[in-house]
């Protein structure tokens, strides 16, 4: 698992490694090339690799009436990053102090001074220090005259268009959550706090945890199918995102996870979800009993959907050994 350090309690075990430094929200494709490269680079020099990233975002201090929705927290990301063989996470904390400090303090600091850096990889849209006035160019005059080793790497495509965060976060709050997944590479997650609701679940048979408390994006409303993960367990799931027309013309936009092989209580204790695939639009139906036949093809079409994505990591795994073995 990728180790999670305050910059204020960085040691040397983290220092003298392959630095890049972002805000890695998502840890989607892009970020994932990046650090296969950097992974590269420090296998050949026998250091660790080492993402930084500085939270809150920026934007929380420069602008904080245009902050963006996270995609993941801090240790999801982590747990990403592990995935793809990231050995510390630093978390710089971003205050006014720090985003104050020129590219070359910045630079001066963090990279050399705290980091003792040997390498760094970064994307071509890479800027940093004081209203971003460095650059990748910037960057890379700093590091020749520090003599350390930088290496840009391609952005990745997805579309004809760089895939980044703010790409990923469109194509959620548009409920594309099948383009969001596929420039994630993973599927997209959020946790909150199980709180009672009305109970209408239960009584027609499809009981849902409610959840609370969710700090990261919530795609757009709509049904879904994907895991709820929850003490150990991964459990299938149909999630519906806001009201129930059916039953009130209230808009209010809930999250409600139906576990499909669980039960037990989850009241006040915390949820794990992961979106797979997007089912079909809320809609209002006529009665109880057309709902309850709604939502049990619902239920049989995330199954399918799910067992479908299952067969076809199998598949790919058996490829992908049959390729090694040639």
């Not at 994932?32 to 420090?42: N, T």
């Not at 990279?111 to 850096?117: M, Q, R």
């Not at 383009?179 to 599927?187: D, E, F, I, K, S």
Request: hydrophobic share 40%; with cysteine.
């Amino acid at each position: 698992m990728t180790k999670i350090l305050p910059l204020a309690e960085v040691t040397d075990a983290v220092r003298g490694g392959v630095i890049s430094i972002g805000n890695f929200d998502g840890v989607h494709r892009g970020h994932a090339a990046l650090i296969r490269q950097a992974r590269e680079m420090a296998d050949r020099m026998a250091g660790p690799v080492v993402a930084v990233v500085l939270d809150p975002h920026p934007a929380a201090i420069l602008r904080p009436d245009r902050v963006p929705p996270k995609l993941t927290w801090i240790e999801r990301r982590a747990e990403l990053l592990s995935q793809i063989d990231t050995d510390f996470l630093v978390v710089v904390p971003t205050n006014q102090a720090f985003l104050n400090l020129s590219a070359a303090q910045f630079f001066e600091s963090l990279v050399k001074e705290t980091l003792s850096a040997k390498g760094i990889v970064e994307g071509p849209n890479f800027f940093f220090g004081r209203g971003r006035e460095g650059n990748i160019e910037t960057l890379q005059t700093l590091c020749d005259e520090a003599e350390i080793e930088l290496a840009i790497a391609d952005s990745s495509i997805d579309n004809d268009a760089m895939i980044s965060s703010t790409r990923i976060r469109q194509q959620l709050e548009a409920g594309n959550l099948e383009a969001a997944v596929q420039m994630l590479g993973h599927p997209h997650q959020i946790r909150g706090r199980v709180v009672r609701g009305d109970g209408r679940g239960a009584g027609i048979g499809f009981p849902t945890a409610n959840l609370s408390e969710i700090d990261v994006l919530v795609p757009a409303v709509g049904v879904y199918g994907g895991y709820a993960i929850h003490d150990g367990g991964r459990y299938p799931a149909a999630i519906h995102i806001g009201p129930n027309p059916t039953f009130n013309n209230r808009s209010e936009r809930k999250v409600e996870v139906h576990l499909m092989d669980y039960t037990g209580d989850l009241y006040d204790q915390t949820l794990q979800v992961d979106f797979v695939s997007r089912v079909r639009d809320i809609a209002r139906f006529e009665s109880a009993d057309a709902l309850v036949a709604q939502l049990q093809l619902d239920i049989a079409s995330v199954r399918t959907s799910l067992g479908k994505i299952e067969n076809g990591k199998i598949e790919n795994a058996k490829s992908e050994n049959n390729t090694n073995l040639k």
